[in-house]
């Protein structure tokens, strides 16, 4: 399958205050991310809080600089892109954010809320925009009356349903929800994980998903990345990743998820916390923490190891 994005050696930093201590630390937020996402697949990134999900998110949409390395879209860098091209590109490119509270412009109509991207980008009418706007608020199961109403008028899964119908009037090729269901009642994260896969099979899109939910992976992503500390350790196809898991912070994962994973063994309990992206390890970011650290681990960083031709891992287990 062809490629609609390729990242390249992506590292994001952020600088941020030392307290007390005064000065400034650097944080290596993400850390030479390689990753390729085909179109019309749903690639799942999975990976513990803090470990920079959002920021490979933020950047890809362009809310974030990167350091160094590309992110291309169909074969152009977007990290050159002017101003026109930019534009361009956020019309293909839309986000839905974890927080549908936030995401949502409280003073806005819900009419105008979808109608904006459409001023700005487009050179459509405002009957064409209505058309579109009342079009897509029934494609994500709401009504046409509810355009008339604010945000606070609505549940946490309907606002969600919402910020999906923002992320389509544009009718983009590509969207990044970055853990769209987290915020929301687990009784109805099944509605809206099942309202991604129904637009996603009718407008062909392609997805790159975010989320801890291993549950939610399984039932809708073709591969999963999983992320440690700004990197991607390993990466292959869902099944694949849950029958055959190889890298030792995949397995921990999976093992708190039994019957999900071929994985039927103990759960595996990491010690310690996610280090600091402020100070990380030397050699493999995982082997403060790793069950499986040998000499070599702290000393040399693990390239990836092909276990198949789409499943690769970085780990010297597997050397
Ligand atoms: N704007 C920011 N300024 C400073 N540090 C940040 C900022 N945004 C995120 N970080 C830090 O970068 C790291 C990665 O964060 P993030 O990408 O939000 O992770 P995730 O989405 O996987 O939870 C974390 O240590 C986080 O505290
Ligand atoms: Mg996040």
New binding site residues.
Partial sequence: MENLLSIKDLYIE???NNGILGGTKI?H??NGVNLDIKKGEILAVA????????????AIIRLEQAKSGSISYNCENILSLDKKGLKAYRKNAQMVFQNPYSSLNPKMKIADTLKEPLQINTDLSDEEITEIIKEKIKKVGLSEDCLKLYPHEFSGGQRQRIAIARALVLEPEFILA??PVSALDVSIQAQIINLLKELKDDYNLTFML?THDMSVIKYLADRVAI?YL?EIVEIGKTESIFKYPKHPYTKALLSAVPQLSGNKGERIILHGDLP???KLPTGCPFHTRCPKCFDKCPLHKPIDIKISNSHFVKCFLYE
Avoid: F
């Avoid at 990976?47 to 933020?58: I, P, V």
């Fill in positions: 952020y600088k941020s944080i937020a993400v990976g513990e809080s803090g470990c920079g999900k959002s920021t490979l998110a933020r970055d853990e975010i992320m700004g600091s992206p402020a």
